[in-house]
């Protein structure tokens, strides 16, 4: 039996865990001998303090924006060494407690935070586990375990040339995209000729619906249908309700993939914000994607990249936004262009699947754990023989 430990970070439901589970259900499909388990680790730490951390950040980020951009590109996007240290002295030893607690035969990291610890045990000769790094946005922050990391699975190529110039073996690398659920991977063909353009709307797992008010402007029934995913923000679920229009339907937190893989099938465009999964399922399905608005810090450098590779289309809220979005739809040549910036984008993945990922991942991992124990042995025997 094989033991994963998986770390995300906070217990709300973000990218890092979505990013998760679907690593974990592609173990369990192909693997019945391997025993997973995600684990937050401020959870561990103590519930109350991941709750208060987890409030604190949205707070912040709702509240205060232009102060949290500029916290995150100061000490995430540039190494601070204050940062780290406070780290390491507050949270290393209950890194190595957990790690002793749970004696895991690999590790995955879906968050930075969780990396820098496990990076820094093994920098200190204190773990021996092998780990892996999966990254959920579209660049590394300088959060990141990256020197005794033993594979990376990153978005892209520019990631993949980035870790080789700051000497991590290439080998080690694999372009897997930002990882997602197999099911919302797979391709429909999309009806021609519909009656109405179908509109998916996401406010991200956690529906930040004061983003989204361009949904009270004027809507044209007969020709635009929404879907609105209104994560588990109720009071936003609500405010749809309320407007009573047949065209916007609201939805709560989907947790099956299924489900929203339909949702992609159904969908002509997808209007969200830059967050790394979604964006990425979005890429898969090959829908055009708008993006109406963008929290500080992660999406902000998610967003640069992605507008200069033309993957996605920034909306002017200055601007009717269906407008916009249908005008784009009847536009063939931005559909090429689009389209050729999808292809290029995938074209240069390493690896299409999350099973692929997974069964990777198991046969890497056995095989070092493999040589180890030849290693060892050898060592043992060596010493006999000098015994002797």
């Known amino acids: 039996m094989k033991k994963i430990l998986v770390l995300p970070l906070f217990t709300m439901e973000s990218g890092h ?37 987890s409030n604190m950040y949205l707070k912040w980020i709702n509240n205060k924006p232009i102060i949290y951009s500029k916290f995150y590109k100061h000490f995430f996007f540039k190494k601070s060494v204050i940062l780290r240290s406070i780290y390491e002295t507050l949270f290393l030893e209950k890194m ?41 946005d579209f660049f590394i922050n300088d959060l990141w375990g990256i020197n005794h990391v033993d594979m990376h699975c990153v978005p892209s190529k520019e990631i993949k040339n980035e870790l080789i110039k700051a000497s991590v073996p290439k080998e080690n690398i694999i372009i897997t995209g930002i990882v997602t659920n197999d099911l919302v991977s797979k391709r429909q063909v999309r009806q021609a000729n519909k009656k109405k353009t179908h509109i998916l709307v996401s406010g991200g797992s956690l529906g930040l619906g004061n983003q989204i008010s361009f949904l009270k402007q004027p809507v044209n029934s007969s020709f ?45 465009a997808l209007i969200t914000k830059p967050g790394g999964v979604t964006i990425s399922e979005g890429i898969k399905k090959r829908i055009p994607i708008f993006i109406h608005s963008v929290l500080p810090g992660q999406e902000e450098i998610n967003m640069n990249y992605l507008e200069q590779k033309g993957l996605v289309q920034k909306l002017n809220r200055n601007k009717s936004v269906e407008e916009q979005v249908v005008t784009f739809l009847k536009n063939p040549t931005a559909i090429i262009n689009i389209n050729k910036a999808i292809n290029l984008f995938l074209s240069e993945l390493e690896m299409y699947s999350c099973e692929e990922v997974a069964s990777y991942i198991v046969e890497k991992v056995t095989s070092q754990t493999s040589n180890k124990r030849v290693q060892y042995l050898d060592q043992i025997f060596s010493r006999i023989y000098c015994g002797l």
């Not at 173990?27 to 388990?37: A, D, V």
């Not at 995913?229 to 109720?234: D, I, M, R, V, Y």
């Open 224 to 268: 635009v249908e929404y879907r609105v995913l209104c994560g588990s923000n109720a009071k936003l679920f609500n405010e749809i309700v309320s407007l009573n229009i047949n065209s916007i339907k609201p939805l709560p937190y989907i947790t099956c993939s299924e489900q929203m893989n339909h949702l992609y099938n159904w969908a002509d």
């Open 96 to 136: 190595e407690q957990l790690l002793g607690e749970k004696q895991p035969d690999l590790i995955i990291c879906t968050h930075s935070f969780p990396s820098f610890l496990v990076n820094k045990l093994k920098e200190y000769g204190v773990c021996k586990t092998p780990m892996i790094n999966v990254y959920t």
């Open 17 to 53: 865990h979505r990013a998760a589970d679907a690593l974990i259900d592609s173990f369990k499909k192909k693997n019945s001998y391997i025993q997973c388990e995600k684990l937050d680790f401020l959870t561990y730490l103590n519930p109350l303090f991941e709750k208060s951390i």
